[in-house]
């Protein structure tokens, strides 16, 4: 597709469409808070619960990329 391989296309979907689907979860959550008129605490506990989950499997990308590296 347009020159270029599966895996390049793949790899660029994981990583930048990941990144940007991430990042428009954590604008819904902010979103949640502000129509729920949550304040800040509020606000705190919705992106410590929702957002774990994201900060989890971003985590999990980083330990596996190092890991990797030092085979």
Excluded: D, H, P
């Amino acid at each position: 597709m347009f020159g270029y391989s599966e895996e390049q296309f793949a790899w660029f979907g994981m990583t930048f469409g990941l990144g940007a689907f991430m990042l428009y979860m954590v604008f819904i959550i902010l979103n949640l808070a502000r129509e729920s008129k949550a304040g800040r605490f509020g606000t705190f506990v919705l992106l410590l619960g929702l957002g774990l989950g994201l900060v989890g499997f971003a985590a999990k990308g980083v330990i596996k990329f190092f890991l990797s590296g030092i085979e």
